[in-house]
């Protein structure tokens, strides 16, 4: 068996303020500290131990990592980064406080926008402060991996490579692997594992700072996926429809 842990990073600053973030680069609020030192305790008294970690070019996400590497004392191990696994991009969005967002384009509009798998938000002029392009750390990228905006279909597309070709590798290397990324990274890499339907992802959310833990197969397919929980005595397996599904998936051996 193979055993994946992912965790989105505590709550950031423009969580709590209710602001679309993308890839805009905003550090973790207090409570997301409180979060991230929270999940690093209860990895560590579940007895988790990690050989790898990856992570994106965000500071959240490596905050939010370093953190939880504290916490088990495991400031030793390896971590490597990748913009493939920055948040999505939110286009034009970005910045904006979700109320602003409702008022400028619409309640409904901005739902769809916010939970369809393939429909993208407003894109940014290439000009605009907010594109990638102006950004020193994405300066080794080609001009056709800087997104002006990006549905979730997109930012699943430009997250499947680098789980083909660096984290998977890792995982049937024995490694026991940590990924901390963003909301919608991770929700775009759940569904690929789960080979969940488009029309189920806007039921699938991923909360801040709570292990989110996959046992696979040697084919990496999910067995049991399961929410690292001390008020729900350690464990709550996940109950939603995808949930569910999965775990009919499992046990009928597909």
Wanted: aromatic share 10%; net charge positive.
């Amino acid at each position: 068996m193979i055993r994946l842990v992912l965790l989105r990073h505590g709550q950031s600053v423009w969580n709590r303020e209710k602001r679309f973030t993308g890839w805009t680069d905003v550090g973790l609020s207090t409570r997301g500290v409180a979060e991230a030192q929270a999940a690093g305790a209860l990895l560590r008294v579940s007895g988790y131990v990690f050989d790898v970690c990856f992570t994106s070019y965000l500071s959240r996400a490596s905050e939010t990592l370093n953190v939880v590497l504290k916490e088990m004392g495991l400031l030793h191990v390896p971590i490597q980064r990748s913009w493939r696994l920055n948040e999505r991009h939110y286009g034009a969005l970005q910045g904006l406080r979700w109320q602003e967002a409702v008022r400028e384009y619409g309640l409904k509009q901005v739902l769809v926008w916010q939970r369809h798998f393939a429909v993208r938000p407003p894109a940014l002029d290439p000009t605009d402060a907010r594109f990638p392009g102006h950004d020193p750390r994405y300066a080794d990228l080609a001009s056709t991996e800087l997104p002006c905006t990006e549905s979730l279909c997109d930012t699943l597309t430009r997250v499947l490579p680098y789980w083909h070709e660096t984290i998977l590798p890792a995982l049937r290397q024995g490694k026991r692997t940590l990924i901390v990324a963003h909301g919608n990274s991770l929700r775009s890499l759940r569904k690929y594992l789960e080979n969940i339907p488009d029309a189920l992802m806007p039921q699938v959310t991923v909360p801040t700072g709570e292990p989110l833990v996959y046992d696979l197969d040697e084919a990496a397919r999910p067995l049991r996926c399961y929410y690292l929980r001390p008020s729900r005595g350690w464990r709550q397996w996940i109950q939603s429809p995808v949930g569910w599904w999965v775990q009919k998936r499992a046990t009928q051996g597909q």
